[in-house]
């Protein structure tokens, strides 16, 4: 998985992404909680960086498409003064969004491909959205997510294939509220 992981950060292109997430959905069989960003978020609230990133290396390769989770690494990095290591989760977060952004535009016809829940606050803090509800759908086989934004715009999100059925997930998307930036 390293060689398609460096492929993908490389070129964050839909067909790497895709790669590197069915590796992932393949390898591991253990829900991708949310309660473990829940956990980042109060470490990175208390100051306590250090901690931070143990859990974010603790985390990988699980979580390795996460641009949450490279986010709180790189701001841990950062406030310890490591800059290198800073830049390198910056990168790394930047080409998860890319990844995601490449693999559809939004729509129902094209909805964004994520691998974990929290892709869809991150997705939509890039775009400047405001998310305001949303309902689940399953049209044509696919489970998706629309999520209606402060702006009356519709997003997206296509959640086959998760860890976990997002049907049974009222208390993660409650903790995603949480965790908005």
């Known amino acids: 998985m390293q060689d398609e992981l460096r492929i993908f ?33 109060e470490l990175s609230a208390a100051g306590q960086f250090s901690a931070v990133l143990e859990q974010t290396d603790a ?3 699980q979580w390795a498409l996460s641009p949450r989770v490279h986010y709180y690494a790189a701001v841990a990095a950062e406030e310890l003064g490591d800059r290198e290591l800073a830049e390198l989760e910056k990168f790394v977060f930047q080409a998860c969004l890319e990844g995601i952004l490449a693999t559809g535009d939004g729509s129902a016809s094209a909805p964004y491909l994520i691998t974990y829940l929290s892709d869809e606050h991150d997705v939509l803090a890039a775009l400047g959205l405001e ?11 696919l489970l998706c997510d629309i999520v209606k934004c402060a702006d009356g715009e519709q997003v997206w999100f296509e959640l086959s294939g998760l860890l976990r059925d997002p049907r049974h997930c009222q208390a993660e998307f409650e903790v995603l509220q949480s965790l908005r930036r």
Not at 11 to 29: C, D, F, G, M, Q
Not at 131 to 140: A, H, K, T
């Open 9 to 41: 950060l490389e070129a964050p292109t839909a067909s790497n992404y895709r790669v590197i997430r069915e590796l992932l959905l393949e390898e591991w069989t253990e829900p991708c909680l949310t309660l473990a960003l829940l956990e980042l978020a």
């Open 59 to 61: 985390l990988q390769p």
């Open 131 to 141: 998310p305001r509800s949303q309902s689940l759908v399953e049209r044509g086989g």
